[in-house]
């Protein structure tokens, strides 16, 4: 399984737009990247999935350079609840294995 | 509602006193997991099964038991809990083909 690699904590402000960078150079040909938001004493929620290039839908946007060696979790004019952790995960998609998800990216908006 | 859900939601129990924790999905989901999450840690698989029957081990199955008789649940179990095991819980499943894991609202364990 590729390892991920994610800042521990951001800030930003209201309205600002916010992107978080997960590091995966041990990406497998076969991998999808995938991230999860989860707010205190919930669930992760998936947010977005993407192979290559630019996925985008109603919640985020995904940035997925032609070597797939990063990735980059786009939040357009973040609000007070958009404050959670974030996390990136990189797997087969719908394949039988582990599933790591790390420390994940605490993001805190300040109002 | 397609959900999963976990009993009980919050338990305080006993070093060595053996309990269950279930774990149900209404949406036919073949893939289903158990994670624990402890602060500064993230969260954690302990198992993982694909379909009744199949389970395998995470990255800390140790000191726990999972079953896979129906499709639709995936109970853990604790023989014997220990103070090290408390924590939250977290059961999810998906579907074979798709990575979108579901979470249910997971269950507070405390072991004294």
């Known amino acids: 399984l590729a390892k991920t690699t994610q800042p521990i904590s951001m800030d930003s402000y209201e309205g600002q737009e916010v992107n978080i960078t997960c590091s995966h150079n041990?990406?497998?040909?076969?991998?999808?990247i995938t991230w999860y938001q989860q707010f205190p004493s919930q669930g992760p929620r998936f947010i977005i999935q993407?192979?290559?290039t630019k996925v985008t839908n109603e919640v985020a946007s995904l940035f997925i350079p032609a070597d797939r060696k990063s990735s980059t979790l786009s939040l357009p004019r973040v609000s007070l609840s958009d404050t959670a952790v974030y996390y990136c995960?990189?797997?087969?998609?719908?394949?039988?294995?582990?599933?790591?998800f790390g420390t994940g990216t605490k993001l805190q908006v300040i109002p | 509602e397609a959900q999963v859900t976990q009993n009980p939601r919050y338990l305080i129990t006993v070093t060595g006193k053996k309990l269950t924790v279930t774990c149900s999905q209404n949406?036919?989901?073949?893939?289903m997991s158990w994670y624990r999450q402890d602060p500064g840690l993230g969260l954690r698989q302990i198992y993982y099964?694909?379909?009744?029957?199949?389970?395998d081990k995470g990255d800390v199955p140790e000191g726990y038991k999972v079953s896979r008789k129906e499709k639709r649940n995936f109970p853990l179990i604790l023989e014997s809990p220990s103070p090290n095991q408390t924590s939250l819980y977290f059961c999810?499943?998906?579907?074979?083909?798709?990575?979108?894991?579901?979470f249910g609202p997971g269950t507070r364990l405390t072991v004294l």
């Open positions: 999810a499943s998906r579907l074979a083909g798709e990575n979108e894991q579901f």
């Open positions: 041990n990406i497998a040909t076969n991998d999808y």
């Open positions: 993407g192979y290559k």
């Open positions: 995960l990189v797997g087969r998609t719908g394949g039988y294995q582990k599933v790591t």
């Open positions: 949406m036919n989901h073949e893939y």
């Open positions: 099964s694909m379909n009744v029957e199949v389970t």
